[in-house]
């Protein structure tokens, strides 16, 4: 749906094999000024007008990340990035913050309806709420009131700081501290909007909730900043979705998104990210570099990734579970896609702490034209947990001679009553099942696409509906023109 | 009709097939006969369009439509249907997402309208059942786990469904007991018309009294050596390849 919602008959009409979500919106904006300095970090809190702990709390992270080095360790390769040559803030200029959607800049929703997005809340069909975040800032939030009435709230980090500080306070950086790494850190000192959510004790969120990322300005980082919180055995499925236009510049994006699953609390998270990749040569693109991670503070909480990565010139990211409350579950179910020079280093960390905790890693990448693609996952088991089990299963597809599949799995196993399984494949899309489906009158392409689909099959069941069709669609035309 | 005239061709340099002489008009069903490594399967491929062999000489064609010049996917589309004699698994892809995506893939190529899921699975329900074969082939994945003679007849399912004017059925009756072989040989006939035609390629002459061919030819050594009607099977039967061909 959201993310990938432009359909299928639109995209094959234009063909050039190329992005299509890659328009620009000509829209008056404002921008901090170019470069990066305490003042800056003084000049976002300001627009945001945030009370003064919080931005304490930025400068605190700034003054870390000053002395922190930038991390070598991922399989990634790409030319020094200048922080003094970015915009950290770029914001539809419009002065007033809209009360509802009648008074959001009307070329504004047309850019997400452009994206498929359900902008309009008669489009009831769908049941997602949508919070809308273009560049630096939310634009805009659908649902609220009738998602207010079952006491969630959904709304911007932005409006979450102004009307509800004192869970801010509470749970930011409480998953992801400042400090925790270099790009975590930056985002702590320099986020700009994302998503709230927080799920009422015994709550069942009546409908999907969503956030949809657009970056559109020249130049500028996106740093999005998402918490969402689900009380004790309250349940919400959160799917969110990633564009941008195409650029010859590479554009970072640097994420945070912390999780709190209290007792038999269940939050399902879904990732549909396509960002721009770059063109065929490598030039441009996202650099995704992202950290996600959940804590499971409560007995029997569950928390699960699914991600679909097809965009970005470089993905960076491991959305993590930190298995702290006893049967407490965690899973991450991934598919990574890297064509022409696009590079992913991806995976999950499983931290077992409770007793008889469960994690469940099905990871599959598929690597075409010189694409590289590494998984990196940890399972860590503690002494205390007791019966915690994790089963992990890494698949990769290689599609021509000039990609990489790599799979790097850590296991620090330190009790003797815990089962960890790893189980590895790398294959290739044979020439014989090309040619049958061929033979039933596929095209290379359509073939192609049936067959990757089917090696993510695990992966993709995992996705709410809408979404599964649009990533199904998405993943054949991330591959177009690989193969012959 | 399709017509194949002085065709050569190899492969890694090797060349399986001799010159090729073969018509089958339309409407008839033709048998080829040959022991193993004679080209069989190499014949029906290199109709269908697989890469790696090279067309070395001479031409086929269909209906006036140079066969070798198209994808496999436009042969196909004008309805060149190949049963494979050794079914390809696809894991994870669905047997009813394949077999309905092949489906409006073909009926595209013809310029018909596309049939919805719903549609399609009351047409492949109405074929399984004719074929007696259990809907639960529709859940499974695409040739995965399946026994050999639920690969042939799923081939047969394909045939069916895609409604090919042209089917190439290489060994569809190996490894098939006689029940099995009846229900193919039903499958194959129901088809039988005046706008379709066929190439058969068996072994044994078992599958020919239950789909009696128009026509029997006897590949050998990459050439057709022998040409005749439905008794020359029962002749190669009783006397062997290299007496009847002598
Ligand atoms: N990929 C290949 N490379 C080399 N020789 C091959 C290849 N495929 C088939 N052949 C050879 O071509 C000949 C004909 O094979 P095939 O067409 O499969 O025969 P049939 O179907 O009649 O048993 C055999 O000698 C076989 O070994
Ligand atoms: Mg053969």
Sequence with gaps: ?484 | MLKIEGLTAEIDGKQILKGIDLEVPTGEIHAIMGPNGSGKSTLSYVLSGREGYEITGGSATYNGLDLLAMEPEERAGSGVFLAFQYPVELPGVGNANFLRTAVNAVRKHRGEPEVDAMQFLKLARAKIKALQMSDDMLKRNVNVGFSGGEKKRNEVLQMALLEPTLAILDETDSGLDIDALKIVADGVNAMRGPNFSSLVITHYQRLLDYIVPDRVHVLMGGRIVKSGGPELALELEAEGYAKVAA
């Design chain 1, 1 to 484: 749906m959201a993310a990938v919602a432009e359909t299928l008959e639109t995209v094959q009409a234009a063909n050039d094999g190329g992005y299509k979500w890659g328009f620009e919106t000509d829209i008056a904006m404002e921008f901090a000024p170019k470069g990066l300095n305490e003042d800056i970090v003084r000049f976002i809190s300001a627009k945001k007008n945030e009370p003064e702990w919080l931005l304490e709390w930025r400068l605190k992270a700034y003054a870390m990340w000053l002395k922190m080095e930038e991390p070598e360790w991922a399989a990634v390769k790409y030319p020094k990035i200048d922080y003094q040559d970015a915009y950290y803030y770029a914001a539809p200029s419009n002065k007033t913050v809209p009360k509802s959607l009648d008074e959001v800049d009307p070329e504004l929703l047309r850019t997400y309806e452009k994206l498929g997005i359900p902008v309009q809340e008669q489009q009831r069909l769908q049941g997602i709420a949508v919070d809308m975040v273009f560049d630096s800032v939310s634009v805009a939030t659908t649902f609220k009131d009738r998602l207010a009435k079952e006491g969630i709230i959904f709304c911007s980090i932005s409006e979450a700081v102004q009307n509800h500080p004192e869970l801010v306070k509470q749970y930011l950086g409480s998953v992801v501290p400042q400090g925790d790494n270099y790009f975590a850190c930056l985002n702590s000192a320099v986020f700009t909007d994302g998503s709230f959510v927080f799920i009422p004790k015994g709550v069942r969120c009546p409908m999907e909730l969503s956030t949809y990322f657009r970056i559109n300005a020249k130049s500028t980082g996106q740093f999005e900043r998402t918490l969402i919180i689900a009380e004790a055995g309250s349940h919400v499925s959160y799917l969110e979705g990633c564009t941008a236009p195409m650029r010859d510049e590479n554009q970072m994006h640097a994420a945070v998104v912390e999780l709190v699953a209290m007792d038999d609390a269940t939050i399902k998270y879904s990732t549909v990210q396509n960002w721009y990749p770059g063109d065929a040569e490598g030039k441009g693109g996202i650099y995704n570099f992202v950290t996600k991670r959940g804590a499971c503070r409560g007995a029997r909480s569950k928390i699960s990734w699914t991600q679909v990565e097809t965009g970005s010139a470089i993905t960076w990211k491991y959305p993590s579970c930190m298995l702290l409350g006893d049967d407490s579950v965690g899973e991450f179910y991934s598919v990574a896609i890297t064509n022409n020079h696009q590079q992913a280093d991806t995976g999950t960390k499983m931290w077992h702490v409770g007793k008889n905790t469960r994690s469940t890693i099905v990871s599959k990448g598929i690597s075409a034209g010189q694409g590289q693609n590494t998984y990196r996952g940890l399972v860590k088991v503690s002494p205390k947990a007791t019966g915690a089990r994790n089963f992990t299963q890494c698949d990769s597809l290689l599609i021509g001679d000039q990609c990489g599949a790599h799979t790097v799995p850590y296991i620090e196993n330190r009790c003797a009553t815990a089962k960890v399984e790893h189980e590895a494949t790398t294959s290739r899309i044979a020439e014989d099942q090309l040619f049958y489906c061929r033979s039933r009158g596929l095209t290379q392409e359509e073939a192609v696409g049936l067959i990757v689909n089917g090696f993510c099959r695990e992966v993709l069941k995992e996705l709410p509906m809408e979404f599964a069709v649009e990533a199904q669609k998405l993943l054949a035309i991330s591959l177009e023109g690989s193969v012959g």
